[in-house]
């Protein structure tokens, strides 16, 4: 005999088809003379919503042709959707985002950080506690210049410039150096004041090793 849903070939009497699930409408076997016999007809599949409650297996009718998986205590079967989630594109794009910023802050750090940093300027310094007293970007015609500055990633034995440029000037006012050691870790400077005091206008502390410019800041006297 044959299945009556998808037409797989099924043996004599066969209740339900094993690759559909499709129940089958089957003669019952002959009734010897003069016996009486009771058959009963199994019941169709009970859908039973209570996932909590105990539910015997039966057989379900479906048209899913691949794996199935059970799941649960309910005897119930699922089947994967194969619908690609959304979002997965720009969840690794954030991840790679994230790897690339951890790994440059990590060589910054291995590397000491930024050549120059930390640069202040006022009108004095106290040797005792390393700080810029008087600390202003702007400053009078009679005021001393005091510049500090941390030293972060300079190669050893490298000399370190720090010039002033007065606005577009090619040539410095005044121009101090360093022989940059591993243990120098900051320093400071002070600018000669002129006899006639400061001209009114824009200058510029450049940071030089080499012919590289590694920071610059600028001042103002007005």
Do not use: H
Not at 26 to 45: C, I, K, L, R, W
Not at 51 to 68: D, H, I, N, R, V
Request: glycine share 12%; charged share 20%; net charge negative.
């Amino acid at each position: 005999m044959y299945c009556k849903n998808c037409g797989s070939k099924l043996e004599d009497q066969a209740k339900f088809c094993p690759n559909c699930g499709a129940q089958q409408e089957t003669a019952p076997d002959p009734m010897p003379s003069g016996q009486d016999t009771e058959y009963t007809v199994p019941n169709s599949f009970d859908y039973n919503d209570d996932l909590t409650g105990k539910q015997e297996y039966q057989y379900q009718k479906t048209g899913f042709k691949g794996k199935q998986w059970q799941s649960g205590t309910s005897g119930s079967i699922g089947f994967g959707s194969g619908e690609r989630k959304k979002g997965g594109f720009k969840k690794i794009l954030t991840f790679a985002f994230i790897a690339v910023v951890a790994i440059i802050a990590i060589s910054f750090i291995i590397a000491g950080g930024a050549p120059i940093s930390g640069i202040e300027t006022g009108t004095g310094f106290d040797t005792l506690t390393s700080e810029i007293t008087g600390e202003t970007d702007t400053f009078a015609p009679t005021d001393q210049i005091f510049v500090f500055f941390d030293i972060g990633a300079i190669e050893s034995g490298s000399t370190l410039y720090v010039s002033l440029y007065f606005e577009d000037d090619v040539y410095s006012y005044e121009t101090y150096e360093w022989t940059i050691t591993d243990d120098l870790g900051s320093g400071y400077t002070s600018f000669t004041r002129p006899t006639g005091g400061w001209t009114i206008g824009e200058y510029t502390i450049e940071f030089v090793v080499g012919e590289e410019l590694l920071e610059s800041t600028t001042i103002t006297v007005e």
